[in-house]
T-cell receptor, first 115, second 113 residues
Framework: AQTVTQSQPEMSVQEAETVTLSCTYDTSESDYYLFWYKQPPSRQMILVIRQEAYKQQNATENRFSVNFQKAAKSFSLKISDSQLGDAAMYFCAYRAIFGNEKLTFGTGTRLTIIP | DSGVTQTPKHLITATGQRVTLRCSPRSGDLSVYWYQQSLDQGLQFLIQYYNGEERAKGNILERFSAQQFPDLHSELNLSSLELGDSALYFC????????????FGSGTRLTVV
């Protein structure tokens, strides 16, 4: 079964600085998708960024980018120029292409932005 | 507004009771997923429906059941409620395409007292 591990329960960063959140996963599949979701205090789950495993190029969405290391099964999220609105829980998630369509989530990293 | 509507937003009920949570998926999405998030925990997959049929089952208790209706809205029924069932219950919908991820509703906060 696929598993997703986020080893950093909490992280903090100064406003305007850069922070990297870690995620590792375990799968026997060769093709799959990876996602980062943000959950602010409102509890809404918001998709931040997605990565297709068969694409070597790392995904980027404005200030958010990923470092995808397929061989190492690592999928970290980098947030540049951190803003107060980035404070949230961040969840890494995995989805297989074939078979079960569920998203498997990690346990999350709580990110605090220090003004 | 994500396009996925969940009602009610909050629910407080007593142990042993039964409740129904409702979800209307985003327009055009055929898949509905239910997840449970206990306090400060990750999201646990409960069940998936696709176009009215159950497609996948996760760690859903026998006291819980769900269905998806012809208009594609879904209901999650929780019965014989226990204190430990207190959680945030999310519904999400998807086109079914793997690269899309999900669109989540805002959740139903269930408190069992």
């Amino acid at each position: 079964a696929q598993t997703v591990t986020q080893s950093q329960p909490e992280m903090s960063v100064q406003e305007a600085e850069t922070v990297t959140l870690s995620c590792t996963y375990d799968t026997s599949e060769s093709d799959y998708y990876l996602f980062w979701y943000k959950q602010p205090p409102s509890r809404q789950m918001i998709l931040v960024i997605r990565q297709e495993a068969y694409k070597q190029q790392n995904a980027t969405e404005n200030r958010f980018s990923v470092n995808f290391q397929k061989a190492a099964k690592s999928f970290s999220l980098k947030i540049s120029d951190s803003q107060l609105g980035d404070a949230a829980m961040y969840f890494c998630a995995y989805r297989a292409i074939f078979g079960n369509e569920k998203l498997t989530f990690g346990t999350g990293t709580r990110l605090t932005i220090i003004p | 507004d994500s396009g996925v509507t969940q009602t009610p937003k909050h629910l407080i009920t007593a142990t042993g009771q039964r409740v129904t949570l409702r979800c209307s998926p985003r327009s055009g999405d055929l898949s509905v997923y239910w997840y449970q998030q206990s306090l400060d925990q990750g999201l646990q997959f409960l069940i998936q429906y696709y176009n009215g049929e159950e497609r996948a089952k996760g760690n859903i208790l026998e006291r819980f059941s769900a269905q998806q209706f012809p208009d594609l809205h879904s209901e999650l029924n929780l019965s014989s409620l226990e204190l430990g069932d207190s959680a945030l219950y999310f519904c999400a919908s998807s086109t079914g395409a793997a690269n899309y991820g999900y669109t989540f509703g805002s959740g139903t906060r269930l408190t069992v007292v």
